[in-house]
């Protein structure tokens, strides 16, 4: 096995990228956590501890997301992102005034020039549109469906929550003393 190991190390290709490899490995894992002798063990990349860490890591970085996200501080609230597609961008710079001035949002974003193949009454169809990116609380989307549906030239807008799971804390803090409580 260490005589695989040796002649795959000696390959010129192996020698110009593990430095950067090797890096990057003792940088995302930390040198305590990285072991060559798993390695050379089985000859096997498999064998190599990242899944593990990968596991253990994600785990760390999901809690501290969390513990980022919300429920427990008082400066942050449950926030989420909203898309609404707009036929125009008369029409969605206007919805996008209106729902920050209402402080249905502390951000849009417009999106010009998307694309969207949809079915409609039984026909297949193919329309520019523009994407509103919007961030929010949780806690307002009831009132910010109900305000898209009202300023809306579509039967059926698209209003389509995704929460945030995590951010910048300053940033949550201002997208929550940027909109309503309720």
Known sequence: ???????????????????????????????????????TKTG???????????????????SVSNSIRME???KIVPSIVVYVTVP???????????IVKEKLAACVNRVPGVES???????VQTDSEELLIIK???SLLE????HVKANHEYD?????AMPIVGGSPQYLEWLKNSTREK
């Open 156 to 160: 059926v807008p698209e209003v389509i």
């Open 44 to 62: 096997s990349a498999l064998s190599l501890p990242f899944p593990p860490l990968l596991r253990s890591k994600l785990r760390q970085s999901t």
């Open 136 to 138: 929010t609380r949780e």
């Open 72 to 74: 427990g501080s008082n």
């Open 143 to 146: 009132a910010l469906t109900e």
């Open 1 to 39: 096995m260490a005589l695989r190991f040796s002649a795959i190390a000696s390959s010129s290709l192996v020698r110009r990228r593990l430095p950067i490899v090797g890096a990057f490995c003792v940088l995302t894992f930390g040198l305590s956590n990285f072991s060559i002798q798993s390695f």
């Open 88 to 98: 125009n961008k008369e029409l969605g710079k206007k919805l996008a005034g209106s």
């Open 117 to 123: 193949v949809y079915e409609w009454e039984g026909e």
